[in-house]
Protein backbone atom coordinates (compact mmCIF):
# COMPACT_ATOMS: atom_id res chain seq x y z
CA UNK A 1 0.00 0.00 0.00
CA UNK A 2 1.51 3.40 -1.22
CA UNK A 3 1.40 6.26 1.87
CA UNK A 4 1.09 9.13 0.04
CA UNK A 5 1.21 11.70 3.19
CA UNK A 6 4.49 10.86 3.34
CA UNK A 7 7.05 13.99 1.56
CA UNK A 8 8.26 13.44 -1.86
CA UNK A 9 11.46 13.58 -0.78
CA UNK A 10 11.19 10.09 1.34
CA UNK A 11 9.13 8.79 -1.06
CA UNK A 12 11.88 9.41 -4.17
CA UNK A 13 14.20 7.74 -1.67
CA UNK A 14 12.45 4.14 -1.97
CA UNK A 15 10.49 4.64 -5.12
CA UNK A 16 13.06 6.80 -7.93
CA UNK A 17 12.22 5.64 -11.86
CA UNK A 18 14.95 8.23 -12.67
CA UNK A 19 17.15 6.21 -10.71
CA UNK A 20 16.10 2.33 -11.56
CA UNK A 21 16.97 3.76 -15.34
CA UNK A 22 20.52 5.21 -14.80
CA UNK A 23 21.11 1.84 -13.06
CA UNK A 24 19.94 -0.27 -15.92
CA UNK A 25 21.84 1.99 -18.55
CA UNK A 26 24.94 1.70 -16.99
CA UNK A 27 24.46 -1.96 -16.82
CA UNK A 28 23.72 -2.06 -20.70
CA UNK A 29 26.89 -0.35 -21.17
CA UNK A 30 29.09 -1.98 -19.43
CA UNK A 31 27.90 -5.37 -20.50
CA UNK A 32 26.53 -5.25 -23.77
CA UNK A 33 28.37 -6.25 -27.12
CA UNK A 34 27.32 -5.88 -30.35
CA UNK A 35 24.03 -7.71 -30.87
CA UNK A 36 22.93 -6.08 -27.10
CA UNK A 37 22.44 -7.48 -23.79
CA UNK A 38 19.18 -9.67 -22.90
CA UNK A 39 16.93 -9.47 -20.25
CA UNK A 40 18.06 -12.22 -18.30
CA UNK A 41 21.81 -10.62 -18.20
CA UNK A 42 20.49 -7.43 -17.16
CA UNK A 43 18.87 -8.95 -14.33
CA UNK A 44 22.34 -10.53 -13.53
CA UNK A 45 24.33 -8.07 -13.53
CA UNK A 46 22.50 -5.17 -11.93
CA UNK A 47 21.25 -7.84 -9.10
CA UNK A 48 25.38 -8.15 -8.63
CA UNK A 49 26.25 -3.99 -9.25
CA UNK A 50 23.46 -2.57 -6.89
CA UNK A 51 23.42 -5.78 -3.85
CA UNK A 52 25.90 -5.37 -0.94
CA UNK A 53 27.45 -8.51 -1.56
CA UNK A 54 30.79 -8.93 -3.27
CA UNK A 55 31.35 -11.08 -6.59
CA UNK A 56 32.41 -13.40 -4.25
CA UNK A 57 29.27 -14.99 -3.42
CA UNK A 58 29.63 -17.73 -6.20
CA UNK A 59 32.74 -19.07 -3.77
CA UNK A 60 31.83 -22.70 -2.34
CA UNK A 61 32.12 -21.67 0.92
CA UNK A 62 29.65 -19.02 0.72
CA UNK A 63 26.90 -19.01 3.69
CA UNK A 64 22.81 -18.75 2.34
CA UNK A 65 22.26 -15.87 4.32
CA UNK A 66 24.98 -13.71 2.01
CA UNK A 67 22.44 -14.47 -1.31
CA UNK A 68 19.95 -13.00 0.78
CA UNK A 69 20.36 -9.44 -0.75
CA UNK A 70 21.23 -10.28 -4.22
CA UNK A 71 17.86 -12.41 -3.91
CA UNK A 72 16.00 -9.19 -2.95
CA UNK A 73 17.95 -7.11 -5.76
CA UNK A 74 16.99 -9.80 -8.35
CA UNK A 75 13.29 -10.28 -7.74
CA UNK A 76 12.66 -6.96 -6.85
CA UNK A 77 13.99 -5.42 -10.61
CA UNK A 78 12.67 -8.24 -12.20
CA UNK A 79 9.10 -7.00 -11.40
CA UNK A 80 9.94 -3.33 -12.85
CA UNK A 81 12.42 -4.65 -15.37
CA UNK A 82 10.32 -4.04 -18.60
CA UNK A 83 8.70 -0.68 -17.41
CA UNK A 84 12.51 0.45 -17.39
CA UNK A 85 13.36 -1.04 -20.74
CA UNK A 86 10.34 0.73 -21.97
CA UNK A 87 11.21 3.73 -20.07
CA UNK A 88 14.62 3.72 -21.63
CA UNK A 89 13.55 3.00 -25.18
CA UNK A 90 10.43 6.19 -25.30
CA UNK A 91 13.56 7.89 -23.94
CA UNK A 92 15.58 6.67 -26.98
CA UNK A 93 18.35 6.00 -24.63
CA UNK A 94 18.65 2.42 -26.11
CA UNK A 95 17.43 0.33 -28.56
CA UNK A 96 15.43 -2.89 -28.36
CA UNK A 97 15.89 -5.68 -31.03
CA UNK A 98 14.75 -9.69 -31.07
CA UNK A 99 16.33 -12.85 -32.30
CA UNK A 100 14.20 -15.76 -34.24
CA UNK A 101 13.72 -17.20 -30.23
CA UNK A 102 12.32 -14.19 -29.53
CA UNK A 103 14.84 -13.15 -27.19
CA UNK A 104 15.27 -9.39 -26.83
CA UNK A 105 18.53 -7.38 -26.48
CA UNK A 106 19.33 -4.03 -25.91
CA UNK A 107 22.16 -2.09 -27.02
CA UNK A 108 22.90 1.51 -26.20
CA UNK A 109 22.32 4.90 -28.77
CA UNK A 110 24.15 7.72 -28.87
CA UNK A 111 21.22 9.55 -26.66
CA UNK A 112 21.89 6.61 -23.85
CA UNK A 113 25.37 6.99 -24.13
CA UNK A 114 25.40 10.78 -23.27
CA UNK A 115 23.06 10.56 -21.04
CA UNK A 116 25.35 8.76 -18.75
CA UNK A 117 28.24 10.78 -19.76
CA UNK A 118 27.02 14.04 -18.65
CA UNK A 119 26.23 12.31 -14.86
CA UNK A 120 28.86 12.95 -12.66
CA UNK A 121 27.59 12.29 -9.45
CA UNK A 122 29.77 10.08 -6.56
CA UNK A 123 27.08 7.47 -7.03
CA UNK A 124 27.35 7.45 -10.22
CA UNK A 125 31.28 7.05 -10.39
CA UNK A 126 31.00 4.52 -7.45
CA UNK A 127 28.59 2.23 -9.33
CA UNK A 128 31.29 2.76 -12.28
CA UNK A 129 33.43 1.00 -10.17
CA UNK A 130 32.00 -1.59 -8.63
CA UNK A 131 30.66 -2.81 -12.16
CA UNK A 132 34.44 -2.64 -13.67
CA UNK A 133 34.83 -5.21 -10.75
CA UNK A 134 31.80 -7.36 -11.74
CA UNK A 135 33.23 -7.03 -15.24
CA UNK A 136 36.58 -8.55 -14.31
CA UNK A 137 35.52 -10.97 -11.71
CA UNK A 138 32.63 -12.91 -13.24
CA UNK A 139 30.76 -13.51 -16.40
CA UNK A 140 27.31 -14.63 -16.50
CA UNK A 141 26.42 -18.01 -16.81
CA UNK A 142 22.72 -20.09 -16.15
CA UNK A 143 24.48 -21.74 -13.20
CA UNK A 144 25.31 -18.09 -11.33
CA UNK A 145 22.11 -16.80 -12.27
CA UNK A 146 20.39 -19.71 -10.31
CA UNK A 147 22.87 -18.82 -7.63
CA UNK A 148 21.62 -15.15 -7.19
CA UNK A 149 17.75 -16.15 -7.56
CA UNK A 150 18.68 -18.44 -4.37
CA UNK A 151 17.59 -21.55 -6.97
CA UNK A 152 20.89 -23.25 -6.29
CA UNK A 153 23.11 -22.93 -3.29
Do not use: W
Not at 13 to 22: A, K, V
Not at 100 to 108: I, L
Not at 110 to 136: D, F, V
Amino acid sequence: MQNNNLPASLRLLFNNPFLEMMNVLFIINAFSNKSGLNIRHILFYYSLALSDNEVTIFNIDTKPNDLQDSENVYFDIQRQIKVIILNLYSQNYISISNDKTENYSCSMTTEGLQMISQLESPYYKKLQERIEGIKKQTKYSVESEKIIMGVKK
